[in-house]
């Protein structure tokens, strides 16, 4: 995830160009917050999950 922070504004890319900055608002929300002029902050996103919750069919990846 690539997350573009500049001029009030953090939004958040795939690695294909997707914006994903709904998914990923309390991020985006802290970012906004950095004492920077401009910043490109390249990282990775995970998902913690109980192992019961791998199984179940509630589960699905996007």
């Keep these: ?3 573009a922070v500049g001029g009030g504004e953090a939004p958040a ?4 160009g997707l914006d994903w ?3 990923f608002p309390s991020i985006l929300s802290e970012a906004r917050k ?3 002029r ?7 996103a995970v998902v913690v999950m109980r192992k019961e919750d791998l199984t179940s069919r509630r589960f699905k990846m996007h």
Excluded at 13 to 16: A, E, L
Excluded at 38 to 44: N, P, V, Y
């Design 34 to 36: 950095l004492k920077v």
């Design 38 to 44: 401009s910043a490109l902050i390249d990282g990775e």
């Design 21 to 23: 900055s709904s998914r």
């Design 13 to 16: 890319y795939t690695r294909s």
């Design 1 to 3: 995830m690539l997350v």
